[in-house]
Nanobody, 118 residues
Framework: QVQLVESGGGLVQAGGSLRLSCAAS????????MGWYRQAPGKQRELVAR???????NYADSVKGRFTISRDTAKNTVYLQMSSLKPDDTAVYYC????????????WGQGTQVTVSS
């Protein structure tokens, strides 16, 4: 069984920084991609950033230039460095991964709250 464990959320003032981490564990043959989504109250879940197996990254327009996604392949871990945070970044952030184990899993972390105060 494969699972994701997230950490790093919290409360920060506007302009501040936070780093989220997401570690995949279990019997993993290959990670096809890992990424972060977020969901603010009353809004749909949206993609924030994703990194695929070859290293290509994708970002939502709203976070380009402020957020950076990276990974440690040896640790099966993905990070989201968030800088110049805005109150609009307030949301629950969810890690998502597409992992090939005994079959392909598309799995989600439990979510971590990020709150940016003005």
């Amino acid at each position: 069984q494969v699972q994701l464990v997230e950490s790093g959320g919290g409360l920060v003032q506007a302009g501040g920084s936070l780093r989220l981490s997401c570690a995949a564990s279990g019997s993993i043959f290959r990670i096809n991609y890992m990424g972060w989504y977020r969901q603010a109250p009353g809004k749909q879940r949206e993609l924030v950033a994703r990194i695929i197996s070859g290293g290509t990254t994708n970002y939502a327009d709203s976070v380009k230039g402020r957020f950076t996604i990276s990974r440690d392949t040896a640790k099966n871990t993905v990070y989201l460095q968030m800088s110049s945070l805005k109150p609009d970044d307030t949301a629950v952030y969810y890690c998502n991964a597409n992992i090939y184990s005994e079959r392909v899993y598309d799995i989600w972390g439990q979510g971590t709250q990020v709150t940016v105060s003005s």
